[in-house]
Structures are given as C-alpha cells and as structure tokens.
C-alpha cells in the first residue's frame, strides 16, 4: 500500500487514493496532506489570496431546502431587501478599500421585479466602480440561484466586466439521494441534473463557473466526497465554494444531528486539500462556516489550500437575518474591523492579500486563453 507521502507527490490520483486522503486523522499524515496542498497551490495559483466582499443583500427566498436558516418556511427570521442605494455603497466601499471584487448573494427568487434589480444594481455598480486602480471595475460573483440561461445572459451583459464575472451554484452533494433527502419539498423545486444544466448555460453565458458542497452530510461517506471531487473535474469547473455542514436553527434537519466539530473540521480540511491537489489550477474559497468550528478557521483552509476569502460587507444591522447557519461568526464586526483582521491573519499564513485585483481563474484563464 502506497504512504500518503508518495500519494500527494502524485499529479493523477485513484478514487482509492482520494478516499486515502479523506480518511486522514493521524496528525502527522494531516500535516504531510496539508503541507503538500499549501505548496501545490503556490506552485500553481501563486502566493496570493483574492478577496470577494460578499454583500447579502436579500434573505427573501421561494425555496425550502431543509438544511437552510432562510429557507422560506422558516418563518422566525426577519426579512429583509436592502435598496440598491445601500448596496451601491457598499460595493464602493470594497472598491475604496482595495478589494477587486465583490460577491452579490440572496435568497433565490426569480420574479420580473427581482431579475430587474439586479440587474440595474449591476450596471450602477460598474459604471460607479470604474478607475484607474481597477479599470474594468468591481469583479463580480453572482450567487443567486438557479436561473434560466437568459437572465444569465442579461446579467452578465449588465456587470460590464466579462474578464471578471462569476456565478457561484453549489449542487451540495452529487449523490442523488442525499441531493432530494436536502432538497425534500412540494413539486421538486430542485433537482440534480437541473443543476447541471444550470452549472451549463453559465459556462455558455460567458461566466467563470463554480460550484461546491457541504462536507459532513448526514448519511455521507468519503465515497461521496470522492465523486463530488470527481464531479468537479467532470464539469470543469473554474472556481469551489464549500465548508463544512452545520445545522441550522431555522433549517429542518435539526433532529438528524452533525459531527462532531473537531472531526468534521479535519474532514473539510481534508476535502480542501484533496481538492487542492486533484485539480490544482482552480479557485478554491476559505469558507466562512470553517470559523464556525474553530478558531482562526478560515486561516486554516488557505492554510490547506485556498487562495480566495470572502469578507463580509454587508451591513451590521441586517448581517445577523442571513445566517444559513447556527453560529455564524463575523455578524456583528464592521467592514472594517473585518479587513483589518484578515489581511494580519492571512500574512500569518505566508500568502499575500492582492489588492485591486480581480483574481480571476487560473483554469478559466488556461481555458478561454483570455
């Protein structure tokens, strides 16, 4: 049998190796996966971490996923919209403060009114956001559900920015029961493969697509995890946004229990670095959820691995109705209280904050020649 050491030299790897991988809890292999994780990403996507000022604009959603604290039948959470004056300064805000780019994110919804929003928020946000430090403005992640190809088209056209447009569209699980098991809900308001072909017409409309999933799923195995790895490869994707699962007071899945914290934090780390070292020209976010279970949690993913951070911006008074999650760190410090911490917690880690800089996809850039 081959030692982790041999297998994270390796450049191609068996779904045997993977699940090796995952299943690590010795402390001297997790510090062999990690160390090999952290150096690849240098080798390959370079010193620098990315931030995308993550703006939560809106927690009205039409959609019940059971695992979710916005879901629409939770009826406990305050709701709110923040107008698009309010979401304009905040996005000013990340581009004053050096950020290249910010992320948009709501609860899903896909009514006229709401895909007009954004999309007059987006264009504001460009033609306010142009300068001569980012001067194809503000990048842009989007991360507002399914929607059809032509909204995804009409929203890209609006950002002004093609060289930095991106759309985050987590499928959660590529195992298919577990997918309904989270998605359990009148007319099958999500489907798998509707997914997929969602993750299809953004890569058609022009956008660096990425996707993720939640790690530590009730009933999942380190099989599981191995094909989600291996569906990111399958779908090509530019960029992954996943952490660990935590349940969620609003959410409907309270009674199925989580792992255990310290365990589950050696999973997600895991499932970073694998990644990491499986595809190793992508995009891989430092998940929030990770500072939920420890200290200094996200430092530890690019510790693992990531190259991208998303602060959040969104302002104090309503951060605390858009938690996905139970104990959702960060929800009472300003932005800039946020920034500051960070940027002495990254240069902890050895990886340099890039400021003014979009940040954009090794693979995308491999992929597209732009």
Known sequence: ????????????????????????????????????????????????VYYRGLIEFSNICTLDCRYCGIRKSNHAVPRYELDKETIVNAALWAATNHYGSICLQSGERRDPKFIAFVTDVLKTIHEKTVSPELPNGLGITLSLGE?????????????????????????????????????????????????????????????????????????????DLCQDIR?????????IGMGPYITSEGGDMLGEGMMEEKALMRL????????????????????????????????????????????????RIVRKNYQLYANKPFIEQEPSDTNLYLQQSIQKTGRTVALNVLGSSKHWKLRTGL
């Not at 991988?21 to 160390?35: H, M, N, S, V």
Request: charged share 20%.
């Open 268 to 315: 997600s780390l895991n499932m970073i670095a694998t990644t990491r070292l499986v595809i190793p020209d992508i995009n891989i976010a430092a998940a929030t959820a990770l500072h939920a279970l420890e200290e200094n949690g996200r430092e530890k993913g690019i510790l693992h691995g990531c190259n991208v951070i998303m602060p959040n911006i969104t302002p």
């Open 147 to 223: 929607q059809s190809f032509e909204v995804y088209k009409q929203w890209a056209q609006a950002s002004g920015n093609p060289i930095g447009l991106r759309y985050l569209l987590r499928f959660e699980t590529s195992n298919p029961k577990l997918f309904d098991h989270l998605h359990h809900a009148p007319g099958r308001e999500k489907a798998l493969q509707r997914r997929y072909q969602a993750l299809a017409d953004l890569r058609r409309a022009g956008y660096q697509v990425g996707s993720g999933v939640m790690i530590g799923i009730p009933g999942q195995t380190l099989q």
């Open 231 to 239: 569906t990111f490869q399958k779908l090509d994707l530019d960029m």
């Open 1 to 48: 049998m081959k030692s982790i050491t041999e297998i994270v030299k390796q450049t191609e790897f068996s779904d045997e190796d993977i699940v090796r991988l995952l299943a690590i809890t010795d402390p001297t292999e997790a510090e062999i996966l990690r160390q090999a994780a952290y150096d690849r990403a240098t080798h390959t996507v370079g010193n620098n």
